[in-house]
């Protein structure tokens, strides 16, 4: 499995605060929880994920933003 983390600045279609996107890639099987922390604290509102998606090779990927 692989992760990387971006910072998505804002745009006109989209204003506001920068934000993160994480993607995870390649993972089996496709049952995962991906969470995100500031310090102690889980960060929840405004958390937006797409459905886990199939490679098409037994693998899967997961954007959270």
């Known amino acids: 499995p692989s992760l990387s983390i971006s910072l998505v600045p804002p745009s006109s279609s989209q204003p506001g605060p920068s934000r993160l996107l994480c993607s995870v890639m390649d993972f089996y099987p496709a049952a995962i929880q991906v969470r995100s922390f500031q ?4 960060l ?22």
Do not use: K
């Open 44 to 65: 929840s509102e405004h958390v937006v994920a797409t459905y886990v998606v199939p490679n098409g090779d037994w693998t899967y990927q997961l954007l959270v933003l």
């Open 39 to 42: 310090g102690q604290q889980e």
